[in-house]
């Protein structure tokens, strides 16, 4: 079945997001008009990205700035040291608000789809949105791991239950080098408020 569906992603251009979902029986479901929540994006249009982007005009910012009054609100709202915000943002995105990972993370943090999905976050590629979700996903992290910074944000980058699952930091070396650039560039954003 996979040579089929990789078969059909190439004979079949797609002209909008493809959707996906399992059923109860495991029957695999396609479609470009969700009718159900339970859809996920399985194939998305490149061509509709390249349309939202220009639409937004966002490229790499050069001006980070320009973010700082989404991440002051968010920082009040959440309890969420701006100093942490932006170092997340900056290992995650470089300030770069279209930004999709090879994973499917989008945004200045990098929200996964399912994530995203579950903090009610309708658009990742808006800053606005994206920050948002991001801090209140932070937050969550910090209250579980009782406010351990490095705890959190190995969560972050490795995943709740991998965090869960070592008790502690995940020995794999991107997880523990972003866990330290994080906090690097964290002290570097304090010094400056």
Same mark, same amino acid.
């Given at each position: #079945?996979?040579?089929?569906?990789?078969?059909?992603? !190439? @004979?079949?251009?797609?002209?909008?997001?493809?959707?996906?979902?399992? +059923?109860? $029986?495991?029957?695999?479901?396609?479609?470009?008009?969700?009718?159900?929540?339970?859809?996920?994006?399985? =194939?998305?249009?490149?061509?509709? +990205?390249?349309?939202?982007?220009?639409?937004?005009?966002?490229?790499?910012?050069?001006?980070?700035? $320009?973010?700082?009054?989404?991440?002051?609100?968010?920082?009040?709202?959440?309890?969420?040291? $701006?100093?942490?915000?932006? %170092?997340?943002?900056? %290992? $995650?995105?470089?300030?770069?608000?279209?930004?999709?990972?090879? /994973?499917? %993370?989008?945004?200045? #943090?990098?929200? #996964?789809?399912?994530? %995203?999905?579950?903090?009610? !976050?309708?658009?990742?590629? +808006?800053?606005?949105?994206?920050?948002?979700?991001?801090?209140?996903?932070?937050?969550?992290? =910090?209250?579980?791991?009782?406010?351990?910074?490095?705890?959190? =944000? @190995?969560?972050?980058?490795?995943?709740?239950? /991998?965090?869960?699952?070592?008790?502690?930091?995940?020995?794999?070396?991107?997880?523990?080098?972003?866990?330290?650039?994080? =906090?690097?560039? #964290?002290?570097?954003?304090? @010094?400056?408020?």
């Amino acid at each position: #079945m996979v040579g089929f569906l990789a078969g059909l992603v !190439v @004979a079949v251009p797609a002209k909008s997001d493809i959707y996906r979902y399992d +059923d109860d $029986e495991g029957v695999a479901h396609f479609t470009d008009a969700p009718t159900d929540k339970r859809f996920v994006i399985f =194939l998305r249009d490149i061509r509709k +990205d390249k349309q939202l982007r220009t639409k937004f005009r966002f490229t790499k910012s050069s001006n980070p700035e $320009e973010f700082d009054q989404i991440i002051k609100t968010c920082s009040d709202r959440y309890g969420v040291s $701006e100093s942490l915000i932006k %170092a997340v943002i900056h %290992a $995650e995105s470089g300030y770069n608000p279209n930004a999709v990972s090879n /994973k499917g %993370a989008s945004g200045l #943090m990098q929200l #996964m789809p399912g994530t %995203a999905r579950d903090l009610k !976050v309708s658009n990742s590629l +808006d800053p606005k949105d994206n920050v948002e979700g991001g801090v209140k996903y932070l937050r969550f992290l =910090l209250d579980t791991f009782h406010g351990d910074t490095s705890l959190a =944000l @190995a969560a972050y980058n490795a995943g709740l239950s /991998k965090v869960a699952k070592y008790g502690g930091i995940p020995p794999y070396a991107e997880t523990r080098t972003y866990v330290a650039r994080v =906090l690097s560039y #964290m002290q570097s954003y304090q @010094a400056k408020l």
